[in-house]
């Protein structure tokens, strides 16, 4: 998936959802929220936390909350988008025009403000063991001792997201070119997601 430098240039390439995207986009820069993006796609934050992002998918749009598992849920619009994987996060899936509720959204919206300025949040688990995917230990054996110093040298948390990158691919093929691809970020000492960390 491409990741995008700007909330226009995202939408603007949006296959589908152009129409519903800005409406959200128009919903979210008339609340008290900064507009950034991130993993390449938009985010609204507060303070430098993030709060809600949108995005457009092939059989949905809708919003995310960064900390939605805490949000009162008394229409039931938000579901786990991974179960399992995420904690915090919940998404408010919409299919069309009509399912934007703009009230409804506000509503969501402000009490997601709210906790963000209260410093409520689930944090991710620390200290949970990485689990080093067969096909990335292999790699990193290869190449020996450069390879296998570069990774151990890499925090726990860098660690588990090329590990992830790699156990998430359902392909060996997939495993393949993923492994070529971070071989050098490990080596060069970088985390595979480093570039968009900030806003």
């Known amino acids: 998936m491409k990741r ?10 949006a296959e ?23 993993w390449g ?7 430098g936390k993030n709060v809600v992002g949108i995005g457009g998918f092939k059989s949905y749009f809708g919003l995310w909350f960064f900390q939605g598992a805490l949000l009162p849920d008394d229409s039931n ?6 179960d399992g994987k995420t904690k915090a996060m919940r998404q408010w899936r919409m299919a069309s025009t009509k399912d934007i509720k703009v ?17 409520k949040e689930i944090k991710p688990a620390r200290g949970k063991p990485v689990v080093i995917p067969t096909a990335l230990e292999a790699a ?7 390879a296998t110093a570069a990774f151990a040298k ?5 660690q588990r997201e090329y590990a992830d990158y790699i156990s998430d691919a ?4 997939t495993k393949q070119k993923r492994i070529e691809k971070i071989l050098p970020m490990i080596l060069d000492g970088g985390g595979l997601n480093d570039k968009y960390r900030n806003c």
Do not use: F, H
């Open 154 to 158: 890499l925090t726990p948390g860098r």
């Open 103 to 119: 009230r409804l959204i506000r509503s969501y919206v402000k009490t997601a403000i709210e906790l963000a300025n209260s410093g």
């Open 140 to 146: 990193l054996a290869k190449k020996r001792t450069a």
């Open 41 to 47: 796609a938009p985010c609204y934050t507060v303070d």
């Open 4 to 13: 995008y430098k700007t909330v226009d240039e995202y939408i603007s390439n």
């Open 16 to 38: 589908q959802w152009q129409p519903e995207l800005v409406r959200l986009r128009e919903i979210l820069t008339s609340m008290p929220l900064d507009e950034c993006t991130k």
């Open 77 to 82: 619009v938000l579901m786990n988008a991974q």
């Open 170 to 173: 359902k392909r060996d093929n």
